[in-house]
C-alpha cells in the first residue's frame, strides 16, 4: 500500500504499530481529486449536484436495542499509540486511494481488547448518505486499521460563493463502528473523526467545481495530434459549450505530466475563454516529451492527464482531462518517437 503523506490525527498510531514495539513504516501520501479523481485542487466554488437526498448531516439511525451505544468527542492530541479506554478516527487519502476514487478512515483502538467491526459507516454533512466502510478487518488493541470509502460522486453543494458543501458550524464527520460483541461495555461507538488533511473539504471543493463546469461545458482533447514540423506536434484541447447562455469559461492553464510537457516552460497558457452560448474553442498546445528516460514510459499511468486551471463566471477552479485510448496512444508514440530520434 503507498504510505501516507497525511497528517496523522490525534491518538492514531502510525500502520502497523504495536504499543512500544514494532514500528512499520507504512505512511499513506495526500492526493488530490481529487481525488479524486477528481483529484483537482481545491476550488472555492460549489455547486448543486443532485442525488438522492438522505440524512447525511443529521443523527445517526438509531442501533439495535441490545446493544449499547456511546458517543466519543473529538480527541486531544496523542503522540503515539491510541488513548487507554479510547477508539479514536482520522480520514487520510494515498494517492492510489485517489486515483481509485476513495479515501480511508483509520481507526485507533484503545480499548484494551480487539475489536472486530462488522460494520463501519462514515457520516458527514458534506455528504447526502453515509458511506459504510471495506474490507473489514479485526483492530488488535493499541494498533489502528484503515477502512476504504468510495467517493460519493454527488456530495452536498451550496451553489455560487459556497465553500464546497461546508455549512457554517457543521459538525465534524463521524465514524459508526459496530462489533460483533461488546468491547468495554459497547457493541456500537460513534467516533468524531478528525480531518487535519482536509481529505474531504478539499475533495467537495473539487466535485462541486466539476459538477457546475459539466453544466455550462465539456473539455476534452482530440484523438490525434496535429504535425506541426519535424519532431513537433500539438495537442488540441476542445472546450464544448453546452448553449447556456450568462456563462463565460476562461481556460488560464494547462499543466504538462511527467512524460509530456509544452517545450521551454512549466505550463502552457492559452488564457482563452468561452462564452456558455458559443461556438467551441480548440486550443492548440505544442508539446513535447517532459524526458526520455526509460523510467518515464514505464511509470506513465498519469502521463496523459492534464490538470487546467480555468474560470467559470470568475470563480478559479482546476479540473483534471484525461486523453481518450486512441489519444494518449497516440500522444505516447510521437513521445517515444520523438525521444528515439534524439542524440541522447
Do not use: K
Amino acid at each position: 500500500m503507498s504510505a501516507p503523506s497525511t497528517p496523522r490525527a490525534p491518538g492514531i498510531p502510525r500502520p502497523g504499530t504495536l504499543p512500544g514495539t514494532l514500528v512499520a513504516g507504512t505512511i499513506l501520501a495526500v492526493a488530490l481529486l481529487a481525488g479524486c479523481a477528481t483529484g483537482g485542487s481545491p476550488s472555492p466554488r460549489t455547486g448543486s449536484g443532485a442525488a438522492p437526498p438522505d440524512s447525511a448531516g443529521s443523527s445517526a439511525p438509531s442501533a439495535p436495542s441490545s446493544p449499547s451505544i456511546t458517543t466519543l468527542p473529538p480527541m486531544p492530541a496523542y503522540d503515539d499509540d491510541p488513548p487507554d479506554g479510547r477508539l479514536v478516527a482520522d480520514l487520510r487519502q494515498s494517492s492510489r486511494d485517489a486515483a481509485l476514487g476513495r479515501f480511508q478512515v483509520w481507526v485507533g483502538n484503545g480499548l484494551g481488547a480487539e475489536l472486530t467491526p462488522t460494520r463501519v459507516r462514515y457520516r458527514d454533512p458534506r455528504f447526502r448518505r453515509p458511506v459504510s466502510g471495506e474490507r473489514l478487518r479485526t483492530i488488535p488493541s493499541g494498533t489502528a486499521r484503515g477502512f476504504p470509502l468510495a467517493l460519493p460522486p454527488q456530495p452536498r453543494c451550496l451553489g455560487p460563493g459556497g465553500q464546497g458543501g461546508l455549512r457554517p458550524g457543521a459538525a465534524p464527520g463521524v465514524v459508526e463502528v459496530r462489533s460483533a460483541r461488546e468491547v468495554s461495555g459497547s457493541a456500537v461507538r460513534r467516533v468524531h473523526v478528525e480531518d487535519e488533511a482536509d481529505v474531504v473539504q478539499r475533495y467537495v471543493a473539487a466535485r462541486c467545481f466539476q459538477l457546475d463546469l459539466d453544466r455550462v461545458a465539456t473539455l476534452s482533447f482530440a484523438d490525434r495530434l496535429r504535425p506541426t514540423g519535424d519532431d513537433a506536434a500539438e495537442l488540441l484541447l476542445r472546450v464544448t459549450p453546452r448553449g447556456r447562455p450568462g456563462h463565460r469559461v476562461q481556460v488560464d492553464t494547462v499543466s504538462g505530466t511527467p512524460v509530456l510537457t509544452p517545450p521551454g516552460q512549466p505550463v502552457w497558457e492559452p488564457a482563452a475563454s468561452v462564452a456558455g452560448d458559443g461556438e467551441p474553442l480548440v486550443l492548440a498546445l505544442p508539446v513535447g516529451p517532459a524526458r526520455c528516460d526509460a523510467h518515464a514510459f514505464a511509470e506513465s499511468g498519469g502521463a496523459t492527464a492534464f490538470r487546467v486551471a480555468l474560470r467559470l463566471d470568475g470563480e478559479p477552479g482546476e479540473v483534471l482531462v484525461r486523453m481518450g485510448p486512441e489519444g494518449a496512444a497516440a500522444a505516447l508514440a510521437f513521445a517515444q518517437e520523438v525521444c528515439g530520434s534524439s542524440p541522447d
